[in-house]
């Protein structure tokens, strides 16, 4: 099973930050946080991960909480190709398999 | 172009038949997946290698058989098909050192009649 809990389903408007939870209260001090979606019938793609500190990339920011058992992604800039399943996984460094669970489906509207 | 490369996109067979799904990749990555993606289950791994030679089951490897000859190519062969391996089926790939993620193709859509 999944370690994450992350909400069915959000809205955003196109051009509004689009802000989605995940919850992984069980993780482990070397297991890291990693961010993927998946676009209707394309591939998982990778966006972000992170350890304990604060994340950001060109897509995406990444925020933990200090204790480790909650993180938030963050698009800034919500576009309407941005629409997808966002799967939060949790991971050890020498994990294999990504475990992936329901996600949450972002649906942004103009 | 670099990146990892699924074929084909779209495959229809008969229950009984054998189907290979090929799979490439382009950047040298040493670990390479196998993971087939049913409603209500999500994405679920059958099969994964470490290199070369060197492979290992995942959480639902029965009816499917993988080999890595090369290290840029990984296929995977359904010996006998049946109508429950019906899926869409995604290969990834990733370099060896720790905390890099996984890299995933656009997938085969396979139907199994």
């Known amino acids: 099973d999944a370690k994450t809990t992350q909400p069915p389903s959000m809205d955003c408007a196109e051009g509004r930050a689009a802000n989605l939870p995940c919850n992984h209260s069980?993780?482990?001090?070397?297991?890291?946080v990693y961010w993927y979606r998946q676009i209707h019938s394309q591939g998982p793609q990778y966006i972000i991960h992170?350890?304990?500190n604060n994340e950001t990339n060109e897509m995406a920011s990444l925020i933990i909480t200090e204790d480790r058992k909650s993180s938030t992604l963050i698009l800034p800039h919500a576009t309407l190709r941005d629409t997808a399943v966002y799967y939060c996984?949790?991971?050890?460094?020498?994990?294999?398999?990504?475990?992936f669970g329901k996600g949450t489906t972002l649906s942004v509207s103009s | 172009d670099a990146g990892i490369t699924q074929s084909p996109r779209y495959k229809i067979t008969e229950t009984g038949r054998q189907v290979t799904l090929m799979c490439h990749q382009t950047?040298?990555?040493?670990?390479m997946f196998w993971y087939r993606q049913d409603l209500g289950h999500g994405l679920r791994l059958i099969y994964y290698?470490?290199?070369?030679?060197?492979?290992d089951k995942g959480e639902v490897p029965d009816g499917y058989v993988v080999s890595r000859s090369k290290t840029e190519n990984f296929p995977l062969t359904l010996e006998s098909a049946t109508r429950s391996q019906t899926s869409v089926y995604f290969c990834?790939?990733?370099?060896?050192?720790?905390?890099?993620?996984?890299?995933f193709g656009d997938g085969t859509r396979l139907s199994i009649l």
């Open positions: 990834a790939s990733k370099s060896p050192y720790s905390n890099q993620p996984q890299h």
């Open positions: 069980t993780i482990s001090g070397n297991e890291y």
């Open positions: 992170g350890l304990k």
């Open positions: 996984i949790v991971i050890d460094q020498a994990g294999t398999a990504l475990i």
């Open positions: 950047w040298s990555h040493s670990y």
């Open positions: 290698s470490a290199a070369a030679d060197i492979t």
